[in-house]
């Protein structure tokens, strides 16, 4: 196997909580990221999946150094990047960039989109020659499915979807090898999503991309992903394969998440087992001793309160060579069907 492109281990985001006016103490955190463990392959899609304030937005600023890490690791190519300052960390950054999620708050009203999309030259002059970036930016104009001539064109003369690609052509501008998209169709329209879906698996194999892909719809995970990881409170809590995950899922939180996905036959949706989650997600300024999730978990016992269970293959499926023997922090982990095979994308 090939050294992966990007690895994070150990990684943490914790936010200081102080009290106090003249003489500031701090009194907690909130612990937005506690202890992220994944890989990116160069040519592969890795989707984050979760709740809204589960730490994915975090994890995403963090790759591309938009929030400097409590702890951990981010390594590139096997370099420690938040080790990194200056010219060197300014190479790196230039090979992961960033796709956002509002196509309307994240491009500067009172910019063109050829001085958007060519903004990155300015800081990266070795990329394009001044006289050659009008080209370049055309060119990428043209590559996300935009007509070249809207290089004058400000953003409010572009519908949501337009946007989004603009926010693409931006990211590629400096040809990177990974881009960071954190719920770039979220804010579109369903049949604008799947536009810009589709644009970005046409650029993936066009540009060799790696993509670290967030977002909290499932379908759209499903259709874009070669792996997914599961968070929950600042951690993963299942990672593997999109058929392994989907279709055998082994933590209860996975199963939850997979049982309330939309299905369009109503038969289906009656045979489908739904688990219905109780309780609130805890506050991450005052997390649950060992498993995190066992406030809300039917299975729970006095071992997950005592436990912080280990993402890892569970015992059960270890001589297994199944779908089922992926990683999964549950320390009563089993393979549970929450989609009836007939209703299974292939």
């Not at 279709?247 to 009656?270: G, K």
């Amino acid at each position: 196997m090939t050294e992966p492109l990007l690895e994070v281990s150990g990684l943490h985001k914790h936010y200081p909580l102080t009290q106090g006016i003249v003489f500031r103490k701090q009194v907690g955190a909130v612990r937005a990221v506690d202890g992220v463990d994944f890989t990116l392959g160069r040519g592969e899609t890795l989707g984050i999946v979760g709740e809204s304030g589960c730490g994915k937005s975090t994890v995403a600023k963090m790759l591309v150094n938009l929030e400097r890490p409590t702890r951990g690791q981010i390594r590139y190519k096997g370099e420690d990047v938040t080790r990194l300052s200056g010219r060197a960390l300014k190479a790196v950054r230039r090979n992961i960039q960033m796709v956002f999620q509002d196509p309307y708050t994240s491009l500067n009203p009172r910019m063109t989109v050829g001085d958007i999309i060519g903004e990155p030259y300015e800081i990266h002059p070795e990329v394009a020659p001044k006289g050659d970036r009008r080209r370049q930016v055309q060119d990428l104009l043209d590559v996300v499915g935009l007509n070249p001539e809207y290089i004058n064109r400000y953003p409010h003369q572009f519908s949501g979807g337009q946007r989004q690609r603009i926010g693409i052509a931006r990211g590629l501008a400096l040809r990177p090898e990974v881009i960071v998209a954190d719920e770039p169709v979220s804010a579109l329209d369903v049949s604008v999503q799947a536009q810009v879906i589709n644009l970005m698996d046409r650029l993936q194999s066009e540009f060799d991309l790696s993509y670290l892909f967030i977002a909290h719809d499932l379908s759209i995970v499903r259709h874009i992903s070669d792996r997914v990881g599961v968070m929950y409170l600042g951690r993963i809590v299942e990672i593997g394969r999109d058929a392994e995950i989907y279709d055998h899922p082994t933590h209860p939180y996975t199963q939850a998440l997979l049982s309330a996905v939309p299905l369009p036959d109503p038969q289906a949706r009656e045979r489908r087992e739904r688990i219905i989650l109780t309780g609130d997600v805890p506050s991450p300024t005052n997390i649950p001793s060992g498993c995190r999730f066992r406030t809300r978990c039917w299975k729970a016992q006095e071992r997950c309160a005592q436990e912080v269970p280990a993402l890892a293959v569970p015992a059960a499926f270890r001589l297994a060579t199944g779908p089922a023997a992926h990683p999964s922090a549950c320390h009563f982990a089993e393979e549970k069907q929450v989609v009836p095979p007939e209703e299974r994308e292939s």
